[in-house]
């Protein structure tokens, strides 16, 4: 499985807004001293080994965040904040304002673009979004959090609000991810 560079470059980007160019570079130096995989250019359109990619996640979430793996789904929430708005890269995907049409075929679609493994499955029935990851090789919250929290947002962008259920996830020790996500009356 690999991750679409962009991933990489949306954490450069976030983290060099809230903790400075400088902390980045030092954090990116340190990260390419033990890894060398990381001494290279990593551009959007970079294709990045899954097991990189999580010693990226990992490195990350104890230089800037005391390894709280809660932060994964603030990252969703900002990706879904900056892609969905106007101006961003998949605000097409809102202009039918069909909440049903965006969870059965947008979000397979934005899986599929940053990840060349695993599965997402998701259908919207009576008001509840039912969102199943499955497949992934490894299990890393990254993934739960992070999609998870992406959708949270959308639902907002949309103008819904929402409560989720975890039924299944990585951080239950479960081997696949199943939220519900049950919108309220806005």
Not at 21 to 26: D, I, L
Not at 75 to 94: C, D, V
Not at 150 to 162: D, I, M, T
């Amino acid at each position: 499985m690999n991750i679409k560079g962009t991933a990489f470059v949306a954490g450069k980007v976030s983290l060099t807004d809230n903790f400075g160019e400088e902390r980045w570079n030092s954090f990116l130096a340190k990260l390419a001293a033990k890894d060398k995989y990381f001494g290279q250019m990593i551009m959007s359109v970079t294709i990045i080994p899954l097991d990189k990619f999580i010693v990226f996640l990992d490195e990350i979430l104890k230089e800037f965040f005391n390894n709280d793996s809660k932060i994964y789904w603030l990252f969703g929430m900002a990706s879904a904040k900056y892609a969905l708005s106007k101006g961003g890269p998949y605000h097409s995907y809102l202009l039918s304002k069909d909440v049903k049409q965006f969870v059965e075929s947008a979000m397979p679609k934005l899986w599929a673009t940053y990840f060349d493994g695993g599965k997402l499955d998701a259908r919207f029935d009576n008001n509840v979004v039912h969102l199943m990851i499955t497949g992934l090789p490894v299990k890393h919250v990254y993934f739960e959090y992070l999609v998870m929290g992406y959708l949270q947002q959308a639902l907002r962008v949309f103008g819904k609000k929402s409560v989720q259920n975890c039924v299944k996830g990585f951080s239950k020790g479960d081997d696949d991810i199943y939220y519900r996500f049950e919108i309220k009356n806005s």
